[in-house]
Each structure stands twice: as structure tokens, then as C-alpha cells.
């Protein structure tokens, strides 16, 4: 059995939810980053980054401002990499929207992750 959609106008079974002028709310992902785990490695690693965006700083720019904690793997994709520091990078807000684009590569992020971690690794 079919009805007439009062949303979008098209014909759909009975009991199927259209999903035309639904927002999404983040789901599971949300979730996660908003868990108090979550938080406390964000800032260990914008803490572990010195609080400067690690691409910047590649580049030799030092940026504070705006720093924002990178999932490499998305959350999404990948939801038992949220809390991995070989998955997390800080970057700067442009540099965020480049990464999110793909326009910076996972390889390079991720190198720039193995660079912090080294840099942080007690000596001994």
C-alpha cells in the first residue's frame, strides 16, 4: 500500500518517513564528541601540539588562534578512532576546512601526528 507524501509529493509506502525538511542532528557522532573523554583529549592534544596548528607550524607560522582538534579518520567512518592520537591533529580553522575538503592529505596529517607524538615522547 502507497500514500501520497505531504512533503516532498511523491509517492511512498505506508510507514516510510520521508526525509525531505528533516535536519540531521549529528547522530552517533555528536554523541561522541560531545562525551567528557572526548573533550579531555581534545585538549591534550591542542596541549601536546603546543597550542599551535600543526600545518602552520610545518610551514614555519606560528597561529594560536581559532584551533580546532582534527579527526584524520572521520567519526563517522571510523567511530573507534575518536580517541587515538595518531588520528587526531590541531589545526587552525582554515586549515580544519582544508582538511575537511581533502584538500590536505591523510597521509600528511597523519605524519604531522607521528611528528607531534615523537616530539612529546618522554626521553629515555
Known amino acids: 500500500m502507497f500514500r501520497a507524501c505531504s512533503k516532498c509529493g511523491k509517492?511512498?509506502?505506508?510507514g516510510v518517513k520521508c526525509d525531505v525538511g528533516r535536519r540531521y542532528s549529528?547522530?552517533?557522532?555528536?554523541?561522541?564528541?560531545?562525551?567528557?573523554d572526548w573533550q579531555k583529549k581534545s585538549l591534550e592534544i591542542?596541549?601536546?601540539?603546543q597550542h599551535l596548528c600543526e600545518v602552520c607550524r610545518?610551514?614555519?607560522?606560528y597561529t594560536y588562534k581559532g584551533l580546532e582538534v582534527h579527526h584524520?579518520?572521520?567519526?563517522?567512518d571510523n567511530p573507534d578512532r575518536l580517541l587515538d592520537d595518531g588520528n587526531l591533529v590541531c589545526l587552525c580553522v582554515e586549515h580544519h576546512?582544508?582538511?575537511d575538503k581533502g584538500d590536505l592529505?591523510?597521509?600528511y596529517l597523519s605524519?604531522?601526528?607521528?611528528?607531534?607524538?615523537?616530539?612529546?615522547?618522554?626521553?629515555?
Open 11 to 14: 509517492i511512498h509506502p505506508v
Open 26 to 36: 549529528g547522530g552517533q557522532e555528536r554523541k561522541l564528541r560531545s562525551s567528557w
Open 46 to 49: 591542542r596541549d601536546k601540539a
Open 58 to 61: 610545518d610551514n614555519g607560522v
Open 72 to 76: 584524520i579518520d572521520k567519526v563517522k
Open 97 to 99: 576546512k582544508m582538511a
Open 105 to 107: 592529505s591523510k597521509e
Open 111 to 124: 605524519k604531522l601526528a607521528e611528528i607531534r607524538e615523537k616530539r612529546d615522547a618522554p626521553m629515555g
